[in-house]
């Protein structure tokens, strides 16, 4: 750091920083035309491959790759028959189910994982042993217990977000710097106003990113799911289509699946930009 | 002169390190003492146990008449690293204090807009720290600490990680507050001017294992000019002490 003089150290930073901001606009239009190209190629490649394929290299059945236009019309077709918007509900609600379970137990945990060394102990070998496997191994054992409900599945999908939510959440609870304790204790804070406006807020980023990693987890493990026993969801739209040789419906419940986690995605960060706007602010965003 | 904090035979070791040997001290009501060292002395460390967040081996530190056995409000501290809140405003950080003495909301609000003032930094209410210079943010540590109207103040090298204009500004800054809010303060630094700038009185730490060098009053009127020849003698003479003590520790 260099030497500051009384008035650049009281004189508000923003007046220099306007050419930077410009700078900065600038960037970002850059940024979005390249991501506009970007998406306008794939599809365009997708198309050509299709076509191409149908109509001159004739190297494999153009039933195995429709056009993009051809999944476009399936969505359509679905919507009108009213199959695309419930299974999309029928996912979402699973999904929205066992994050909100996953999420409350895993805070939960990893808050009283992360205050207690003795309850660490405790808890962290079963943990520990059970975390490494791939949630989609107790599946079927899940829909025996359970049966072919959704009792299951959201059991299945709160199982599986809970560990990235308990990791972060225990990780970012242990580690609040111990200085931020201490200024605390010599302002008159007790152990539980110190948990409350100090270890809480210093784990929440920690926090926010594992319910983020918990929710991209529920929409991967969803799928699988309502491929093994679901009369309803994008993974029995995509599983029933198969059974047909529905190429464009196949196609067509994957695409929902990533449109979907595109926009809780960016809804989360959204939600995480505010309330960590003390962070995104220090880097001068 | 009251004596405020009185630090009884205190020695501290970790494991078979003795970190401080039988250390006894007698602290004034509204006196700056600062604890001289080169690091290493321990003097940090008994700070620490003056706020309570180490306990003496053997030995008590007593403030107001109260053996100190853990952190408490009554003992404020302005640490190097700032330690402020990075999710709160510069004013909610100071707000901190009056928040946990239940000060309704627009009584501490009053309260931490006064001391925000105090450090002149009102244009900043609004900032978090990561947007602060150093210097801001502590200067927002100090009015943090003082908004909260502690018996003793502590001050653990606050000005160690600042550049040097900035240092020197914000010592001058720590004499008109002193001014202002007549607090007990102990400082440790290992600066000796910013020591002899601030302190009435200085406490040279030895080293191997930290202990009382010397003590001594400063024998100038404030404000200090720390180019006069008094300032000067006085430098060079700690200056001597404080050597004998780095060279014990075998650096070089």
């Known amino acids: 750091m260099t030497a500051l003089s009384d008035a650049s150290e009281n004189a508000p930073p923003t007046d220099a920083t306007a050419p930077i901001h410009a700078a900065r606009r600038r960037e970002r239009l850059t940024g979005f035309v390249l991501r506009s190209v970007s998406i306008i190629c794939f599809f365009a490649l997708w198309y050509a491959a299709s076509f191409l394929n149908a109509h001159v290299w004739k190297l494999f059945n153009p039933v195995l790759l429709p056009p993009p236009q051809e999944v476009l019309a399936a969505a359509v077709e679905l919507t009108k028959s009213g199959e695309l918007p419930r299974d999309i509900a029928a996912s979402l609600s699973r999904v929205v189910e066992g994050f909100l379970v996953a999420a409350m137990l895993g805070v939960a945990i990893g808050t009283i994982v992360g205050r207690s060394r003795r309850i660490e102990q405790l808890l962290e070998p079963p943990l520990e042993l059970l975390r490494p496997i791939p949630p989609l191994a107790f599946l079927p054992v899940l829909v025996l217990w359970f049966g072919i409900g959704e009792m299951s599945k959201v059991i299945f999908i709160a199982y599986a977000a809970f560990f990235p939510i308990y990791t972060t959440t225990c990780e970012g609870i242990k580690y609040v710097d111990v200085l931020l304790i201490r200024a605390a204790q010599t302002l008159g804070a007790s152990e539980r106003e110190i948990f409350r406006h100090v270890v809480l807020p210093a784990a929440t980023p920690s926090i926010i990113t594992g319910l983020r990693v918990g929710f991209a987890q529920c929409l991967f493990v969803i799928v699988a799911a309502e491929f093994l026993a679901a009369d309803s969801g994008l993974g029995y739209l995509i599983n029933d289509a198969r059974s047909f040789f529905l190429m464009s419906h196949m196609l067509l419940g994957a695409a929902v699946i990533g449109l979907i986690g595109f926009v809780f995605n960016s809804l989360l960060r959204r939600l995480e930009a505010y309330i960590l706007r003390w962070r995104v602010d220090a880097r001068g965003n | ?252």
């Open chain 2, 1 to 252: 002169m009251k004596s405020k904090i009185r630090i009884e035979g205190v020695s501290k070791a970790f494991d078979a390190q003795v970190v401080l040997d039988r250390i006894t001290l007698e602290i004034g009501e509204d006196t700056l003492t600062c604890l001289l060292g080169p690091s290493g002395c321990g003097k940090s460390t008994l700070l620490s146990m003056v706020a309570g967040f180490v306990q003496p081996s053997r030995g008590r530190v007593v403030v107001d008449g109260i053996e100190v056995t853990k952190p408490s409000a009554d003992r404020g501290i302005v640490f190097q690293d700032y330690a402020l809140f990075p999710w709160r405003t510069a004013l909610e950080n100071i707000e901190f204090g009056p928040m946990i003495r239940r000060l309704p909301r627009r009584e501490r609000r009053d309260v931490a807009a006064h001391y925000l003032a105090m450090v002149g930094l009102e244009a900043h209410a609004d900032k978090f720290p990561g947007q602060l210079s150093g210097g801001m943010k502590q200067r927002v540590a100090i009015a943090r600490a003082i908004a909260n109207r502690p018996s003793v103040l502590l001050m653990d090298e606050p000005f160690g990680a600042l550049d040097a204009q900035t240092r020197e500004q914000l010592q001058e800054e720590m004499l008109r507050i002193r001014q202002l809010e007549r607090n007990t303060i102990l400082f440790v630094t290992h600066s000796i001017s910013e020591a002899l700038f601030l302190a009435d009185r200085i406490v040279v730490m030895a080293t191997l294992p930290g202990a009382v060098k010397q003590v001594f009053e400063v024998p100038l009127a404030f404000p200090r000019d720390r180019m006069s020849p008094q300032f000067l003698g006085l430098e060079r003479m700690i200056k001597a002490l404080v050597r004998e003590e780095v060279l014990k520790l075998g650096v070089n």
